[in-house]
């Protein structure tokens, strides 16, 4: 079992890498996520927000960047699961397509690196940290596809 300081370093690690890696050898996370690409050198920090009304919902505001939303997209358009026009959900039990992989890792660092809103509680957090450690993170996804007029506001 992990200790505190170990937790943190691990969580670290994973965020940012070794300390010996360079930025310039690899690309940061503010590459993917939104508002991402900004010349200012820092990191962008996720910022998480609890949904009110929906207990366990949490949003992630510009978590990745136009340009990935587009190569996420066609990535699912690839897969060919939306091909018929009577199929608009697909869902995947353990190997996933390395899209998603990706997509599960940044959803990782993001829980790892981030801000919590002011109005969430200071124990809450996007994800449970026994769960944050879990290989895989995810073993099950599910993707919807949403035509205009569809999605009805509650």
Same mark, same amino acid.
């Given at each position: 079992?992990?200790?505190?300081?170990?937790?943190?370093?691990?969580?670290?690690?994973?965020?940012?890498?070794?300390?010996?890696?360079?930025?310039?050898?690899?690309?940061?996370?503010?590459?993917?996520?939104?508002?991402?690409?900004?010349?200012?050198?820092?990191?962008?920090?996720?910022?998480?927000?609890?949904?009110?009304?929906?207990?366990?919902?949490?949003?992630?505001?510009?978590?990745?960047?136009?340009?990935?939303?587009?190569?996420?997209?066609?990535?699912?358009?690839?897969?060919?699961?939306?091909?018929?026009?009577?199929?608009?959900?697909?869902?995947?039990?353990?190997?996933? !397509?390395?899209?998603?992989?990706?997509?599960?890792?940044?959803?990782?660092?993001?829980?790892?690196?981030?801000? =919590?809103?002011?109005?969430?509680?200071?124990?809450?957090?996007?994800? !449970?940290?026994?769960?944050?450690?879990?290989?895989?993170?995810?073993?099950?996804? =599910?993707?919807?596809?949403?035509?205009?007029?569809?999605?009805?506001?509650?």
């Amino acid at each position: 079992m992990e200790d505190g300081a170990d937790f943190q370093r691990r969580a670290l690690r994973e965020a940012f890498g070794d300390s010996s890696d360079s930025d310039a050898d690899s690309p940061s996370a503010a590459d993917s996520r939104g508002g991402g690409g900004g010349g200012g050198g820092e990191r962008d920090r996720a910022r998480w927000e609890m949904v009110e009304g929906v207990k366990g919902l949490w949003l992630c505001p510009n978590f990745l960047s136009p340009k990935n939303q587009s190569s996420l997209l066609s990535a699912v358009n690839r897969e060919g699961w939306f091909s018929d026009d009577a199929h608009n959900q697909a869902m995947r039990f353990g190997d996933f !397509p390395e899209w998603a992989t990706e997509l599960t890792r940044l959803v990782r660092e993001a829980v790892c690196v981030s801000e =919590i809103s002011s109005r969430a509680d200071q124990e809450a957090c996007p994800l !449970p940290l026994d769960l944050l450690w879990r290989e895989p993170l995810f073993d099950q996804l =599910i993707a919807n596809v949403y035509k205009p007029g569809n999605l009805r506001a509650c």
